[in-house]
Protein backbone atom coordinates (compact mmCIF):
# COMPACT_ATOMS: atom_id res chain seq x y z
CA UNK A 1 0.00 0.00 0.00
CA UNK A 2 1.76 3.24 -0.96
CA UNK A 3 2.03 6.52 0.95
CA UNK A 4 -0.60 8.38 -1.04
CA UNK A 5 -3.46 5.73 -0.54
CA UNK A 6 -2.79 5.39 3.10
CA UNK A 7 -3.12 9.30 3.16
CA UNK A 8 -6.43 9.22 1.16
CA UNK A 9 -8.13 6.52 3.19
CA UNK A 10 -7.40 8.21 6.80
CA UNK A 11 -8.66 11.55 5.13
CA UNK A 12 -11.63 9.20 4.06
CA UNK A 13 -11.82 7.87 7.41
CA UNK A 14 -12.00 11.12 9.36
CA UNK A 15 -14.39 12.54 7.34
CA UNK A 16 -16.73 9.45 8.42
CA UNK A 17 -16.32 10.33 11.68
CA UNK A 18 -16.60 13.64 11.61
CA UNK A 19 -20.38 13.09 10.02
CA UNK A 20 -20.59 10.34 12.47
CA UNK A 21 -19.80 13.01 14.99
CA UNK A 22 -21.96 16.12 13.72
CA UNK A 23 -24.94 13.89 12.86
CA UNK A 24 -25.86 12.50 16.69
CA UNK A 25 -25.38 15.74 17.30
CA UNK A 26 -28.01 16.85 14.63
CA UNK A 27 -30.70 14.06 16.18
CA UNK A 28 -30.03 15.72 19.85
CA UNK A 29 -30.47 19.01 18.74
CA UNK A 30 -33.96 18.23 16.70
CA UNK A 31 -35.34 16.51 19.85
CA UNK A 32 -34.01 19.38 22.11
CA UNK A 33 -35.20 22.19 19.97
CA UNK A 34 -38.36 20.42 19.36
CA UNK A 35 -39.40 18.40 22.67
CA UNK A 36 -37.52 20.04 25.51
CA UNK A 37 -40.62 21.28 27.31
CA UNK A 38 -42.67 17.86 27.72
CA UNK A 39 -39.00 15.87 28.32
CA UNK A 40 -38.42 18.36 31.66
CA UNK A 41 -42.07 17.47 32.57
CA UNK A 42 -41.70 13.58 31.74
CA UNK A 43 -38.24 13.67 33.89
CA UNK A 44 -39.52 15.40 36.82
CA UNK A 45 -42.51 13.32 37.01
CA UNK A 46 -40.22 10.23 37.39
CA UNK A 47 -39.17 10.72 40.91
CA UNK A 48 -42.16 8.31 42.38
CA UNK A 49 -39.67 5.04 42.75
CA UNK A 50 -36.41 4.31 41.46
CA UNK A 51 -37.07 1.61 38.64
CA UNK A 52 -39.44 4.36 37.05
CA UNK A 53 -36.50 6.90 37.61
CA UNK A 54 -34.08 4.67 35.39
CA UNK A 55 -36.43 3.55 32.55
CA UNK A 56 -37.56 7.59 32.12
CA UNK A 57 -33.78 8.06 32.25
CA UNK A 58 -33.35 5.27 29.36
CA UNK A 59 -36.39 6.80 27.17
CA UNK A 60 -34.81 10.10 27.42
CA UNK A 61 -31.54 8.84 26.49
CA UNK A 62 -32.71 7.05 23.07
CA UNK A 63 -34.86 10.16 22.42
CA UNK A 64 -31.35 12.66 22.44
CA UNK A 65 -29.26 9.74 21.60
CA UNK A 66 -26.91 10.85 24.87
CA UNK A 67 -26.65 10.08 28.39
CA UNK A 68 -24.42 13.02 28.66
CA UNK A 69 -27.80 15.44 27.67
CA UNK A 70 -30.18 13.64 30.29
CA UNK A 71 -27.22 14.00 32.98
CA UNK A 72 -26.85 18.16 32.15
CA UNK A 73 -30.95 18.16 31.75
CA UNK A 74 -31.41 16.30 35.96
CA UNK A 75 -28.58 18.45 37.04
CA UNK A 76 -30.62 21.23 36.42
CA UNK A 77 -33.54 19.94 38.04
CA UNK A 78 -31.60 18.55 41.18
CA UNK A 79 -29.62 21.65 41.51
CA UNK A 80 -33.29 23.68 41.90
CA UNK A 81 -34.76 21.09 44.29
CA UNK A 82 -36.75 19.63 41.29
CA UNK A 83 -35.48 15.87 41.77
CA UNK A 84 -33.89 14.02 44.86
CA UNK A 85 -30.15 13.11 44.47
CA UNK A 86 -30.72 9.66 44.44
CA UNK A 87 -33.53 10.19 41.92
CA UNK A 88 -31.28 11.85 39.73
CA UNK A 89 -28.78 8.83 40.02
CA UNK A 90 -31.17 6.62 38.98
CA UNK A 91 -32.07 8.31 36.15
CA UNK A 92 -28.34 8.66 35.20
CA UNK A 93 -27.85 4.84 35.04
CA UNK A 94 -30.80 4.14 33.26
CA UNK A 95 -29.56 6.97 31.13
CA UNK A 96 -26.28 4.91 30.47
CA UNK A 97 -28.88 1.76 29.36
CA UNK A 98 -30.63 4.09 26.87
CA UNK A 99 -27.58 5.03 25.11
CA UNK A 100 -26.20 1.63 24.67
CA UNK A 101 -29.87 0.83 23.46
CA UNK A 102 -29.56 3.76 20.97
CA UNK A 103 -26.18 1.98 19.84
CA UNK A 104 -27.87 -1.03 18.98
CA UNK A 105 -30.96 0.53 17.02
CA UNK A 106 -28.31 2.53 14.88
CA UNK A 107 -25.40 -0.40 14.32
CA UNK A 108 -28.52 -2.64 12.20
CA UNK A 109 -27.46 -2.33 8.44
CA UNK A 110 -30.89 -1.62 6.91
CA UNK A 111 -29.57 0.55 3.12
CA UNK A 112 -33.44 0.92 2.85
CA UNK A 113 -33.21 3.13 5.64
CA UNK A 114 -31.11 5.42 4.35
CA UNK A 115 -33.03 7.20 1.25
CA UNK A 116 -36.44 6.49 2.87
CA UNK A 117 -35.01 8.94 5.97
CA UNK A 118 -33.64 11.27 3.28
CA UNK A 119 -36.91 11.86 1.47
CA UNK A 120 -39.32 11.94 4.13
CA UNK A 121 -37.03 14.30 6.75
CA UNK A 122 -35.81 16.96 3.93
CA UNK A 123 -39.48 17.09 2.89
CA UNK A 124 -41.30 17.10 6.39
CA UNK A 125 -38.39 19.66 7.09
CA UNK A 126 -38.84 21.73 4.25
CA UNK A 127 -42.77 21.75 4.22
CA UNK A 128 -43.33 21.38 7.51
CA UNK A 129 -44.92 24.44 9.39
CA UNK A 130 -44.36 24.03 12.61
CA UNK A 131 -41.09 24.21 14.41
CA UNK A 132 -41.90 20.72 16.16
CA UNK A 133 -42.40 19.46 12.67
CA UNK A 134 -39.45 20.58 11.26
CA UNK A 135 -37.37 19.18 14.53
CA UNK A 136 -38.89 15.68 13.19
CA UNK A 137 -37.54 16.61 9.65
CA UNK A 138 -34.15 17.05 11.05
CA UNK A 139 -34.16 14.04 13.32
CA UNK A 140 -34.94 11.68 10.58
CA UNK A 141 -32.11 13.71 7.93
CA UNK A 142 -29.40 13.00 11.41
CA UNK A 143 -30.76 9.17 11.54
CA UNK A 144 -30.44 8.60 7.92
CA UNK A 145 -26.84 10.53 8.21
CA UNK A 146 -25.73 8.41 10.99
CA UNK A 147 -25.98 5.33 8.90
CA UNK A 148 -24.49 6.88 5.99
CA UNK A 149 -21.31 7.91 8.25
CA UNK A 150 -21.34 4.30 9.22
CA UNK A 151 -21.17 2.50 5.70
CA UNK A 152 -18.64 4.87 4.65
CA UNK A 153 -16.62 3.75 7.44
CA UNK A 154 -16.55 0.57 6.28
CA UNK A 155 -15.98 1.24 2.79
CA UNK A 156 -13.17 3.47 4.12
CA UNK A 157 -11.40 0.75 6.31
CA UNK A 158 -11.80 -2.30 3.95
CA UNK A 159 -8.30 -1.58 1.99
CA UNK A 160 -6.96 -1.42 5.36
CA UNK A 161 -7.84 -4.75 6.74
CA UNK A 162 -4.85 -6.38 4.91
CA UNK A 163 -2.50 -3.73 5.60
CA UNK A 164 0.42 -5.13 7.67
CA UNK A 165 1.06 -2.06 9.14
CA UNK A 166 -2.42 -1.45 10.12
CA UNK A 167 -2.29 -5.13 11.49
CA UNK A 168 0.79 -4.80 13.47
CA UNK A 169 -0.95 -1.66 15.55
CA UNK A 170 -3.85 -3.07 16.12
CA UNK A 171 -2.17 -6.78 17.58
CA UNK A 172 -0.32 -4.09 19.65
CA UNK A 173 -3.73 -2.78 21.34
CA UNK A 174 -5.33 -6.56 21.30
CA UNK A 175 -2.22 -7.19 23.71
CA UNK A 176 -2.19 -4.50 25.86
CA UNK A 177 -5.90 -3.32 26.78
CA UNK A 178 -4.77 -0.71 29.16
CA UNK A 179 -3.94 1.45 26.10
CA UNK A 180 -7.03 0.53 24.13
CA UNK A 181 -8.59 1.43 27.07
CA UNK A 182 -7.13 4.74 27.67
CA UNK A 183 -7.58 5.72 24.18
CA UNK A 184 -11.40 4.80 24.04
CA UNK A 185 -11.90 7.24 27.18
CA UNK A 186 -10.03 10.01 25.92
CA UNK A 187 -11.70 9.73 22.32
CA UNK A 188 -15.04 9.64 23.76
CA UNK A 189 -14.54 12.38 25.83
CA UNK A 190 -13.05 14.35 23.22
CA UNK A 191 -15.80 13.65 20.62
CA UNK A 192 -18.03 14.77 23.80
CA UNK A 193 -20.13 11.57 22.82
CA UNK A 194 -19.97 8.24 23.67
CA UNK A 195 -22.41 6.76 21.50
CA UNK A 196 -20.46 7.85 18.11
CA UNK A 197 -17.54 6.46 20.10
CA UNK A 198 -19.19 3.01 20.49
CA UNK A 199 -20.37 2.87 16.90
CA UNK A 200 -17.18 3.82 15.31
CA UNK A 201 -14.95 1.21 17.56
CA UNK A 202 -17.80 -1.46 16.81
CA UNK A 203 -17.71 -0.49 13.20
CA UNK A 204 -13.92 -1.30 12.70
CA UNK A 205 -14.38 -4.49 14.64
CA UNK A 206 -16.88 -5.42 12.45
CA UNK A 207 -14.50 -4.91 9.45
CA UNK A 208 -11.59 -6.90 11.30
CA UNK A 209 -9.59 -4.06 12.04
CA UNK A 210 -9.88 -4.09 16.05
CA UNK A 211 -9.20 -7.21 17.86
CA UNK A 212 -12.06 -8.20 19.49
CA UNK A 213 -10.43 -7.73 22.94
CA UNK A 214 -9.06 -4.00 22.02
CA UNK A 215 -12.59 -2.75 20.37
CA UNK A 216 -13.95 -4.38 24.00
CA UNK A 217 -11.10 -2.22 26.15
CA UNK A 218 -11.98 0.54 23.99
CA UNK A 219 -15.81 0.56 24.39
CA UNK A 220 -15.21 0.14 27.99
CA UNK A 221 -13.17 3.22 28.21
CA UNK A 222 -15.95 4.93 26.26
CA UNK A 223 -18.37 4.52 28.87
CA UNK A 224 -15.71 5.95 31.33
CA UNK A 225 -14.87 8.65 28.80
CA UNK A 226 -18.64 9.70 28.85
CA UNK A 227 -18.57 10.01 32.52
CA UNK A 228 -16.53 12.38 32.55
CA UNK A 229 -18.06 14.81 29.74
CA UNK A 230 -20.60 15.13 32.27
CA UNK A 231 -18.30 15.67 35.36
CA UNK A 232 -16.77 18.50 33.19
CA UNK A 233 -19.71 20.15 32.03
CA UNK A 234 -21.33 20.40 35.70
CA UNK A 235 -18.28 21.27 37.55
CA UNK A 236 -19.58 24.70 38.81
CA UNK A 237 -22.65 22.92 39.77
CA UNK A 238 -24.90 23.29 43.53
CA UNK A 239 -23.41 20.35 45.47
CA UNK A 240 -26.95 18.11 45.09
CA UNK A 241 -25.99 18.27 41.17
CA UNK A 242 -22.36 17.52 41.53
CA UNK A 243 -22.98 14.56 44.08
CA UNK A 244 -25.32 12.65 41.75
CA UNK A 245 -22.41 13.29 38.17
CA UNK A 246 -19.64 12.06 40.72
CA UNK A 247 -21.16 8.78 41.38
CA UNK A 248 -22.34 8.20 38.29
CA UNK A 249 -18.77 8.44 36.99
CA UNK A 250 -17.84 6.16 39.99
CA UNK A 251 -19.83 3.49 39.43
CA UNK A 252 -19.84 3.89 35.39
CA UNK A 253 -15.81 4.71 35.30
CA UNK A 254 -15.09 1.98 37.96
CA UNK A 255 -17.48 -0.27 36.45
CA UNK A 256 -16.01 -0.44 33.24
CA UNK A 257 -12.39 -0.84 34.42
CA UNK A 258 -13.27 -3.72 36.32
CA UNK A 259 -15.23 -5.37 33.04
CA UNK A 260 -11.88 -4.38 31.12
CA UNK A 261 -9.96 -6.38 33.73
CA UNK A 262 -12.01 -9.15 33.99
CA UNK A 263 -11.81 -9.13 30.17
CA UNK A 264 -8.35 -9.23 30.08
CA UNK A 265 -8.23 -12.32 32.76
CA UNK A 266 -10.57 -14.44 30.58
CA UNK A 267 -10.65 -13.20 26.80
CA UNK A 268 -13.22 -16.39 26.12
CA UNK A 269 -16.11 -14.87 27.46
CA UNK A 270 -16.71 -12.62 24.75
CA UNK A 271 -17.80 -15.18 22.82
CA UNK A 272 -20.66 -16.18 24.82
CA UNK A 273 -21.65 -12.27 23.56
CA UNK A 274 -22.55 -13.06 19.85
CA UNK A 275 -21.20 -14.98 16.43
CA UNK A 276 -19.22 -11.76 14.99
CA UNK A 277 -16.99 -9.48 16.39
CA UNK A 278 -19.51 -6.92 15.50
CA UNK A 279 -22.12 -8.17 17.84
CA UNK A 280 -20.20 -9.44 20.47
CA UNK A 281 -18.73 -5.75 21.40
CA UNK A 282 -21.99 -3.85 20.97
CA UNK A 283 -23.85 -6.27 23.12
CA UNK A 284 -21.12 -5.99 25.12
CA UNK A 285 -21.85 -2.36 26.05
CA UNK A 286 -25.00 -3.42 26.48
CA UNK A 287 -24.56 -6.23 28.80
CA UNK A 288 -22.45 -3.86 30.97
CA UNK A 289 -24.63 -1.05 31.08
CA UNK A 290 -27.76 -3.06 31.54
CA UNK A 291 -25.90 -5.21 34.69
CA UNK A 292 -24.49 -1.75 35.96
CA UNK A 293 -27.72 -0.24 36.55
CA UNK A 294 -29.34 -3.41 37.94
CA UNK A 295 -26.34 -4.02 40.15
CA UNK A 296 -26.17 -0.09 41.51
CA UNK A 297 -30.09 0.78 41.72
CA UNK A 298 -30.35 -0.65 44.96
CA UNK A 299 -27.18 1.33 46.58
CA UNK A 300 -27.97 5.01 45.04
CA UNK A 301 -28.60 5.48 48.23
CA UNK A 302 -25.54 4.54 50.77
CA UNK A 303 -23.61 5.93 47.37
CA UNK A 304 -24.80 9.31 47.53
CA UNK A 305 -24.84 9.37 51.25
CA UNK A 306 -20.93 8.04 51.03
CA UNK A 307 -19.95 10.98 48.95
CA UNK A 308 -21.04 13.64 51.28
CA UNK A 309 -18.27 12.31 53.28
CA UNK A 310 -15.77 13.81 50.33
CA UNK A 311 -17.65 16.60 48.66
CA UNK A 312 -18.57 19.98 50.39
CA UNK A 313 -20.40 22.58 49.07
CA UNK A 314 -18.10 24.94 47.66
CA UNK A 315 -17.29 28.47 49.64
CA UNK A 316 -19.38 31.40 49.12
CA UNK A 317 -17.03 34.05 46.85
CA UNK A 318 -17.47 36.49 49.31
CA UNK A 319 -14.10 37.49 49.17
CA UNK A 320 -14.10 37.45 45.18
CA UNK A 321 -14.33 40.79 42.77
CA UNK A 322 -17.83 42.04 42.18
CA UNK A 323 -19.15 41.77 38.94
CA UNK A 324 -17.97 44.96 36.83
CA UNK A 325 -20.64 46.76 34.32
CA UNK A 326 -20.22 46.23 30.94
CA UNK A 327 -21.10 49.81 30.59
CA UNK A 328 -17.99 51.31 29.45
CA UNK A 329 -18.39 54.74 29.48
CA UNK A 330 -15.01 55.29 27.62
CA UNK A 331 -17.05 53.74 24.46
CA UNK A 332 -19.65 56.05 23.88
CA UNK A 333 -17.71 57.60 20.90
CA UNK A 334 -17.50 54.44 19.39
CA UNK A 335 -21.38 53.31 18.89
CA UNK A 336 -20.84 49.92 17.89
CA UNK A 337 -18.84 49.01 20.94
CA UNK A 338 -20.75 50.89 23.30
CA UNK A 339 -23.83 49.06 21.52
CA UNK A 340 -22.41 45.54 22.52
CA UNK A 341 -21.86 46.64 26.05
CA UNK A 342 -25.11 47.43 26.42
CA UNK A 343 -26.26 43.50 25.04
CA UNK A 344 -23.31 41.99 27.27
CA UNK A 345 -25.18 44.28 29.91
CA UNK A 346 -28.49 43.05 28.68
CA UNK A 347 -27.30 39.59 29.09
CA UNK A 348 -26.45 39.69 32.52
CA UNK A 349 -29.34 41.25 33.11
CA UNK A 350 -31.25 38.01 31.85
CA UNK A 351 -29.44 35.33 33.81
CA UNK A 352 -29.76 37.61 37.00
CA UNK A 353 -33.36 37.22 36.21
CA UNK A 354 -33.52 33.36 35.41
CA UNK A 355 -31.52 32.69 38.94
CA UNK A 356 -34.78 34.69 40.29
CA UNK A 357 -37.25 32.41 39.09
CA UNK A 358 -35.50 29.33 39.68
CA UNK A 359 -35.29 30.81 43.32
CA UNK A 360 -38.97 31.60 43.44
CA UNK A 361 -40.70 28.65 42.84
CA UNK A 362 -39.54 26.35 46.09
CA UNK A 363 -40.90 28.97 48.00
CA UNK A 364 -44.82 28.04 47.19
CA UNK A 365 -43.66 24.78 48.83
CA UNK A 366 -41.54 26.22 52.01
CA UNK A 367 -41.14 30.03 52.14
CA UNK A 368 -37.91 31.02 53.36
CA UNK A 369 -37.48 35.04 54.25
CA UNK A 370 -33.51 34.78 53.70
CA UNK A 371 -34.64 33.28 49.72
CA UNK A 372 -37.18 35.89 49.91
CA UNK A 373 -34.93 38.65 50.86
CA UNK A 374 -32.06 37.88 48.50
CA UNK A 375 -34.92 37.59 45.17
CA UNK A 376 -36.17 41.18 46.46
CA UNK A 377 -32.47 42.64 46.80
CA UNK A 378 -31.71 41.18 43.00
CA UNK A 379 -35.03 42.63 41.80
CA UNK A 380 -33.45 46.39 43.42
CA UNK A 381 -30.36 45.40 41.72
CA UNK A 382 -32.25 44.56 38.21
CA UNK A 383 -34.38 47.68 37.98
CA UNK A 384 -31.11 49.73 38.31
CA UNK A 385 -29.37 48.14 35.37
CA UNK A 386 -32.59 48.63 33.53
CA UNK A 387 -32.17 52.38 34.46
CA UNK A 388 -28.28 52.25 34.04
CA UNK A 389 -28.92 50.55 30.52
CA UNK A 390 -31.82 53.35 29.31
CA UNK A 391 -29.27 56.37 30.23
CA UNK A 392 -26.19 54.93 29.05
CA UNK A 393 -28.42 54.23 25.51
CA UNK A 394 -29.77 58.30 25.70
CA UNK A 395 -26.12 59.05 26.39
CA UNK A 396 -25.07 57.21 22.87
CA UNK A 397 -28.32 58.23 20.92
CA UNK A 398 -27.03 62.28 21.87
CA UNK A 399 -23.61 61.06 20.19
CA UNK A 400 -24.84 60.55 16.87
CA UNK A 401 -25.37 57.31 15.35
CA UNK A 402 -26.51 55.59 11.90
CA UNK A 403 -29.97 54.57 11.31
CA UNK A 404 -28.69 50.72 11.95
CA UNK A 405 -27.13 51.30 15.13
CA UNK A 406 -30.53 53.95 15.93
CA UNK A 407 -32.47 51.04 15.72
CA UNK A 408 -30.59 48.21 17.59
CA UNK A 409 -30.09 51.07 20.44
CA UNK A 410 -34.18 51.10 20.55
CA UNK A 411 -34.37 47.53 20.20
CA UNK A 412 -32.00 46.91 23.28
CA UNK A 413 -33.67 49.59 25.23
CA UNK A 414 -36.80 47.58 24.61
CA UNK A 415 -35.82 44.52 25.61
CA UNK A 416 -34.47 46.04 28.99
CA UNK A 417 -37.77 47.44 29.67
CA UNK A 418 -39.48 43.66 29.81
CA UNK A 419 -36.98 42.25 31.11
CA UNK A 420 -37.38 44.63 34.31
CA UNK A 421 -40.83 43.60 33.87
CA UNK A 422 -40.05 39.95 34.13
CA UNK A 423 -38.23 40.85 37.17
CA UNK A 424 -41.32 42.71 38.64
CA UNK A 425 -43.28 39.42 38.32
CA UNK A 426 -41.14 37.75 39.85
CA UNK A 427 -40.26 39.53 42.82
CA UNK A 428 -43.59 41.55 43.66
CA UNK A 429 -46.28 38.95 42.20
CA UNK A 430 -44.97 35.44 42.75
CA UNK A 431 -43.44 35.94 46.13
CA UNK A 432 -46.16 38.20 47.18
CA UNK A 433 -48.52 34.73 46.32
CA UNK A 434 -45.62 32.18 48.38
CA UNK A 435 -45.95 34.23 51.20
CA UNK A 436 -50.01 34.15 51.11
CA UNK A 437 -49.98 30.21 51.11
CA UNK A 438 -47.34 30.14 53.97
CA UNK A 439 -49.18 32.73 56.37
CA UNK A 440 -52.46 31.58 55.57
CA UNK A 441 -51.38 27.74 55.73
CA UNK A 442 -53.15 27.18 52.33
CA UNK A 443 -51.57 24.26 50.01
CA UNK A 444 -52.65 24.02 46.49
CA UNK A 445 -54.58 20.45 45.08
CA UNK A 446 -52.00 17.81 44.39
CA UNK A 447 -53.20 18.48 40.66
CA UNK A 448 -53.01 22.15 41.13
CA UNK A 449 -49.45 22.24 42.02
CA UNK A 450 -47.92 20.14 39.75
CA UNK A 451 -49.75 22.11 36.66
CA UNK A 452 -47.53 24.98 38.01
CA UNK A 453 -44.69 23.13 38.13
CA UNK A 454 -45.08 22.04 34.59
CA UNK A 455 -46.18 24.98 33.57
CA UNK A 456 -42.82 26.77 35.45
CA UNK A 457 -40.75 24.11 33.75
CA UNK A 458 -42.06 25.05 29.97
CA UNK A 459 -41.47 28.93 31.13
CA UNK A 460 -37.71 28.36 32.33
CA UNK A 461 -37.01 26.36 29.20
CA UNK A 462 -37.91 29.14 27.00
CA UNK A 463 -36.23 31.53 29.19
CA UNK A 464 -33.09 29.75 28.59
CA UNK A 465 -34.11 29.63 24.93
CA UNK A 466 -34.01 33.50 25.04
CA UNK A 467 -30.65 33.76 26.52
CA UNK A 468 -28.97 31.52 23.65
CA UNK A 469 -31.16 33.98 21.13
CA UNK A 470 -29.46 36.85 22.75
CA UNK A 471 -26.00 35.26 22.60
CA UNK A 472 -26.47 33.88 19.02
CA UNK A 473 -28.63 35.93 17.48
CA UNK A 474 -30.08 33.05 15.77
CA UNK A 475 -33.41 33.39 13.30
CA UNK A 476 -34.57 29.84 13.80
CA UNK A 477 -34.27 29.66 17.68
CA UNK A 478 -35.81 33.43 17.59
CA UNK A 479 -38.37 32.06 15.44
CA UNK A 480 -39.20 29.44 18.14
CA UNK A 481 -38.89 31.63 20.88
CA UNK A 482 -41.60 33.91 19.57
CA UNK A 483 -43.53 30.66 18.50
CA UNK A 484 -43.28 29.09 22.14
CA UNK A 485 -45.22 31.97 23.52
CA UNK A 486 -48.57 31.40 21.35
CA UNK A 487 -48.07 27.77 22.86
CA UNK A 488 -47.71 29.29 26.40
CA UNK A 489 -50.56 31.26 25.84
CA UNK A 490 -52.85 27.93 24.79
CA UNK A 491 -51.24 26.16 27.97
CA UNK A 492 -52.15 29.00 30.37
CA UNK A 493 -55.52 29.01 28.90
CA UNK A 494 -55.72 25.13 29.48
CA UNK A 495 -54.41 24.88 32.78
CA UNK A 496 -57.16 27.67 33.51
CA UNK A 497 -59.95 25.98 32.41
CA UNK A 498 -58.74 23.18 34.53
CA UNK A 499 -58.65 24.70 37.57
CA UNK A 500 -62.26 25.98 36.75
CA UNK A 501 -63.35 22.48 36.24
CA UNK A 502 -61.72 21.37 39.94
CA UNK A 503 -63.95 24.37 41.23
CA UNK A 504 -67.12 23.56 39.73
CA UNK A 505 -66.28 20.00 41.57
CA UNK A 506 -66.22 21.77 45.10
CA UNK A 507 -62.38 20.66 45.43
CA UNK A 508 -61.65 22.50 48.83
CA UNK A 509 -58.24 23.41 48.54
CA UNK A 510 -58.51 24.50 44.71
CA UNK A 511 -61.25 27.19 46.12
CA UNK A 512 -59.20 28.37 49.07
CA UNK A 513 -55.93 28.68 46.64
CA UNK A 514 -58.17 29.74 43.74
CA UNK A 515 -56.69 33.52 43.29
CA UNK A 516 -53.16 32.39 44.28
CA UNK A 517 -52.99 29.68 41.13
CA UNK A 518 -54.59 31.93 38.91
CA UNK A 519 -52.39 35.22 39.50
CA UNK A 520 -49.14 32.44 39.50
CA UNK A 521 -49.95 31.31 36.16
CA UNK A 522 -50.86 35.09 34.79
CA UNK A 523 -46.83 35.61 36.60
CA UNK A 524 -45.80 32.86 34.61
CA UNK A 525 -47.11 33.67 31.66
CA UNK A 526 -45.94 37.48 31.92
CA UNK A 527 -42.61 36.05 32.43
CA UNK A 528 -42.35 34.30 29.28
CA UNK A 529 -43.77 37.00 26.77
CA UNK A 530 -41.29 39.62 28.31
CA UNK A 531 -38.86 37.17 27.47
CA UNK A 532 -40.04 36.14 23.55
CA UNK A 533 -39.33 39.67 23.21
CA UNK A 534 -36.01 39.08 22.29
CA UNK A 535 -36.74 37.27 19.27
CA UNK A 536 -39.24 40.44 17.88
CA UNK A 537 -35.82 42.22 16.29
CA UNK A 538 -34.03 39.77 14.76
CA UNK A 539 -37.10 38.20 13.26
CA UNK A 540 -37.97 41.66 12.00
CA UNK A 541 -35.06 42.16 10.55
CA UNK A 542 -35.03 38.76 8.62
CA UNK A 543 -38.55 39.23 7.54
CA UNK A 544 -39.95 36.54 9.71
CA UNK A 545 -42.31 38.51 11.98
CA UNK A 546 -45.27 40.65 10.56
CA UNK A 547 -46.79 43.53 12.06
CA UNK A 548 -49.35 41.19 14.07
CA UNK A 549 -47.89 37.41 13.70
CA UNK A 550 -45.44 35.31 12.75
CA UNK A 551 -45.29 34.53 9.04
Not at 22 to 29: D, E, G, S, Y
Request: glycine letters at 8%.
Amino acid sequence: MNEPHVLQILIHIAGAAALLIWAVRLVRTGVERGFAAPMRIWLRHSARNRLLAAATGMGAAVLLQSATAVAVLVSNFVSKGGLATVTGLAILLGADVGSAVVTQLLVVRQPILIPLLLVVGVTVFLRGEGSNTRQVGRIMIGLALIFVSLDMIRDATEPMISNPGTQAVMTYLGRDLLTAFVIGAVFAWGVHSSVAAVLLFVTLAGQSILPVSAAAAMILGANLGGGIIAFVLTWSAPLASRKMIMANLILRGGGAAFAAFLIAALPDVMNQLGATPARQTINLHLAFNFALALAALPFVGPVTAALSYFMVEKPSPNGALEAASALDPSLLDRPQRAIDCAARELLGMGQKIEQMLIAVEPLYDHWDNTTAARIAERDKAIKQTHLDIKLYLARLGQKGMDEELSRRSMELASISTSLDSASDAIARIMIELAKRLDMQKLHFSPQGREEIRDFTDRVQSNVQLALNVMMNQNPAEARELVAAKEKVRKVEQKLQRSHIGRLREGLAESIETSNIHQETLRALKQINTAFSMVGHPILLKSGDLLKSRLA
